[in-house]
């Protein structure tokens, strides 16, 4: 059980986050953070930004920002120090991350006093968490699947279309086939350019080119059902994660996400495309 399921979202938060705070001139380190929050790694980063309204390297990359404009103001601290303080490797990174953050450099910024420490808009802006969705029982499966690497909006369909050509060309699809996506990484943790997904047909059939077996467990997941272009299904899945972890009933299981593809892309308008975004809850 999560630290934010046993004590409630707030303070659960405020634990977490004054951990952070209290260690911000320290590399921090995800697996402990994510040990003390209750979770593992694999969905820490979206459980964060879900309760937090940014990603963990926003809020910690901000609090060090916020801790050197205070130094700056209260104190005579030369500007390399406060650099090294705030986890930057030089004056000029950190020059660079303070301008961009307060909109002025940050001499400048001690020696007017009338730019405001808390720059405009510099708080996260929380997303809507309304959202119904459903937990149920995913069936372990068989799957054939092929892989793609990169953002999930480009190697989800280049996923696809490799493993319907393959499926096609060795007569693999059958009246009953089902299409699975599965998606590994977080987006908030993982380089774009390395967030793992397989593109999945049920079969029993031996693996073949590209394709690969895998055995899916199966498991509770929380469901939700997309009508609408599949471009839409990575916004889909930030606003169910929200939508699970502020219901208080669930914690979010080390598990990859699904989505299951209901109709046929090739015979159906997008707008009338449906599919099951899963999420794996405990």
Do not use: W
């Not at 892989?147 to 480009?154: Q, S, V």
């Not at 369909?157 to 009246?175: E, K, M, T, Y």
């Not at 967030?195 to 079969?203: G, H, M, N, Q, V």
């Amino acid at each position: 059980m999560s630290l934010m399921k046993r004590h409630g979202i707030a303070a659960g938060l405020a634990e977490i986050t004054a951990y952070i705070r209290a260690n911000l001139d320290q590399p921090l380190n995800l697996n402990e953070i994510a040990e003390r929050a209750g979770f593992s790694r694999f969905h820490f980063h979206r459980v964060f930004r879900a309760v937090v309204g940014e990603p963990l390297a926003a809020y910690v990359r901000r609090e060090r920002l916020q801790r050197a404009a205070i130094a700056l103001r209260e104190t005579r601290i030369d500007v390399t120090t406060i650099a090294l303080q705030a986890a930057y490797d030089s004056p000029s990174a950190f020059t660079r991350a303070f301008t961009d953050h307060f909109g002025v450099p940050p001499t400048e910024f001690r020696a007017d006093a009338s730019v405001p420490i808390v720059p405009p808009n510099a708080l996260p802006q929380f997303r809507s968490r309304a959202m119904e969705f459903r937990v149920a029982q995913v069936p372990a499966m068989r799957l054939l699947g092929v892989r793609r690497i990169g953002t999930y909006r480009r190697s989800a369909p280049a996923a696809f279309a490799a493993l319907v050509s393959i499926a096609r060309a060795h007569r693999l699809i059958a009246a009953d086939s089902q299409f699975y996506g599965l998606s590994y990484d977080s987006p908030d943790d993982c380089d774009e350019s390395q967030l793992r997904f397989d593109a999945c047909i049920t079969s029993e059939a031996q693996p073949v080119g590209e394709l690969a077996c895998i055995e899916f467990p199966g498991g509770a997941y929380a469901l939700y059902r997309h009508q609408g272009p599949y471009e839409f299904i990575e916004h889909v899945f930030d606003r169910l994660f929200d939508a699970v972890i502020f219901s208080g009933r669930y914690d979010v299981g080390d598990a990859p996400c699904l989505e299951h593809n209901l109709n046929d892309p090739a015979i159906t308008e997008p707008s009338e495309l449906l599919t099951d975004v899963c999420i794996p809850v405990a």
